[in-house]
């Protein structure tokens, strides 16, 4: 498995995003740094995402299956 490192500019970017789309910073930074790294957000929450799809490719864990 990789790890991912939080880097600043991920941060700065969450909290703009945070603020124009109105979502949690922590669901935020998951989508900066989906974004970033070019991979979907895969969560059961997608609720918590639907502000951000035009962003990010969300998707429910079964679907990968």
């Known amino acids: 498995m990789t790890e991912i490192k939080v ?3 991920d ?7 945070r ?3 109105g ?3 922590s669901d935020a930074v ?6 970033r790294c070019s991979a ?3 969560t059961r929450n ?3 995402f639907e502000k951000v ?3 990010v490719e969300v998707r429910k864990p079964e679907e990968l299956l």
Request: net charge positive; glycine share 0%.
């Open 7 to 9: 880097q600043q500019a």
């Open 11 to 17: 941060i700065d970017r969450a909290k703009t995003i």
């Open 19 to 21: 603020r124009e789309r």
């Open 23 to 25: 979502i949690h910073l």
């Open 30 to 35: 998951h989508a900066v740094i989906a974004i």
């Open 40 to 42: 979907a957000v895969v």
């Open 46 to 48: 997608i609720k918590h």
């Open 53 to 55: 799809r035009d962003l």
